[in-house]
């Protein structure tokens, strides 16, 4: 949860905060803490997917919508007007390796305050660590407009060439210097960790405004009460959530009475505008809303509800227009969650199932579960990481026969087909972290069988691996011998083979009763390098279904 902060002065200005009304915040899939010890502020927890609740503004309008007091309840729609001249972002192809995408808009005619700074500050900081990851995944800028020349170039320097005066200090820095001597450039180095450039954004005048995702210029970046423009770039590996994240940015100074511009953005000759606020559309099936919620609601009242959320419905085609600020809707049911929400769990009526059940833990489960207990009083960490991959570590990691996902929201689209890849990637993800490390992870996984109803067979797998500078084939199969012999079963014999993922003459197929349940062996060195691992790496997986069975 983000734990938000709103002025409750300014919050009453539009709601007059009672009990009845703590409780309705509740209601509304947020949480009310209570009032700060001075009792100037309003304490709120807001889900991390829900960042267009941030600011104080956004959330009064949506929330105000929900309670029925706003006039214009469904899809909320704001005018962007079209670029002006030089109103342009020019993307090299040089930050193609570091820091890939951006999008960018421009506000107009605002008023700063100091309250207003400050909520801003705020909001940018809890995006970073929430959508953003900690500016791993998203990194948002925002500078006053009259310091900046137009058009803007994005593009990635080697760190000696870059030179700047960063946020709050007094002296001219280079790349690295702000790395290794900025407070704000410590925290945030291992971003940038092992890239033979940075990414920065610079004017027509050759100013550069930031080094993202570290800091912004003192000079070019740093918003005052005298600001009234301002250019915003968000910054990061996945333009989709970039996109979202303007728009919530782009709406938050609307509603502060900003007038929103679009850019556009040159990446090598494909002109793209930002922001864009037209909705997205998805259908809506009346059977499954009914069905999930346990309810009989009639399309107006579905109607009703939606439009208590948010949204926009036609009762006809039962399409349903969602914000392009919304990040948390990706399917049916996020539309279906928000519509119980408008219906009011406190309505929702407790019926006892008229067959009476024992429920069991399943053989499988309890078999996880023991393996789990055993590696972690190996002083193993436990990892639960995501079922899809990207194209990218599809590509890296030589997946065969890829099994795409459908209309997926992110650049997530890969079913894995193994649990090794994900644990190699989380390893390359924590290079900086202490070592030995040594971790696990129990999953399922996905292949291709046309004998399935669906055509995809899934599997329950155990991934271990050990990264360490005395990793090697023993280490990982005297493990491999302790979960057989603590579960009852012993290995019938390890045949040497190939496997892409192990060196050649130190891989084994793992035997058991007669079956093949899984590999072990040393990852080769290639791999590990390419994946910025300095380790060798011990690794097996094993089938887990094919172990219980």
Known sequence: MAGIKFSKKEFEKHIKLTDEIKEKINLFGTHFEGISENGEDLELDILPNRPDLFSLQTFI??????????????????????????????????????????????????????????????????????????????????????????????????????????????????????????????????????????????????????????????????????????????????????????????????????????MELDYEGKKLITPDISPEKMKISTENINKLIGLNLKENEIKEFLEKMGYSYNPKTKIAEIPAWRTDIMHEVDLIEDIAIAYGYNNLIPEIPSIATAGEISKTESIKHKISEMLCNLNMLELSTLHILTKEDAKKFNVINPIEVEDSKTEYKILRPNLTISTLKTLSQNIDSEYPQRVFELGRVFKINEKEESGIEEAEHLSIAIASPNAGFTEIKQILEYILRMSGKSISVIENTENHFYIEGRCGKIILEGQSIGFLGEIRPSLINSLGIKMPIAALEINIDKLVN
């Open 61 to 262: 309008k949506s929330f105000s919508a929900f309670l029925g007091k706003d006039k214009e309840q469904g899809l909320r729609k704001y005018k962007t007007n079209k670029p002006e001249k030089n109103f342009e972002v020019k993307i090299d192809k040089s930050v193609k390796e570091v820091r890939p995408y951006t999008a960018c808009a421009i506000i107009k005619d605002i008023k700063f305050d100091d309250e207003k700074i400050k909520e801003i500050i705020a909001i940018q900081e809890k995006i970073h660590i929430t959508l953003g990851r900690n500016r791993k995944k998203i990194a948002i800028g925002i500078y006053p407009l009259e310091k900046i020349t137009l058009p803007i170039k994005f593009e990635a320097r080697a760190p000696k060439d870059i030179k700047f005066i960063p946020l709050e200090s007094d002296r001219e820095m280079n790349g690295l210097q702000i790395l290794q001597s900025h407070k704000t450039g410590r925290e945030y180095a291992h971003l940038l960790e092992g890239k033979e450039k940075f990414p920065v954004f610079v004017d027509a005048a050759g100013e550069i405004l930031s080094m993202p995702p570290i800091i912004n210029s003192h000079k070019t970046g740093k918003v005052s009460e005298q600001t009234n423009s301002v250019f915003i770039e968000c910054s990061g590996f996945d333009f989709n959530i970039l996109k979202k994240t303007l728009n919530i940015l782009a709406i938050m100074f609307a509603e502060m009475g900003g007038k929103i511009y679009q």
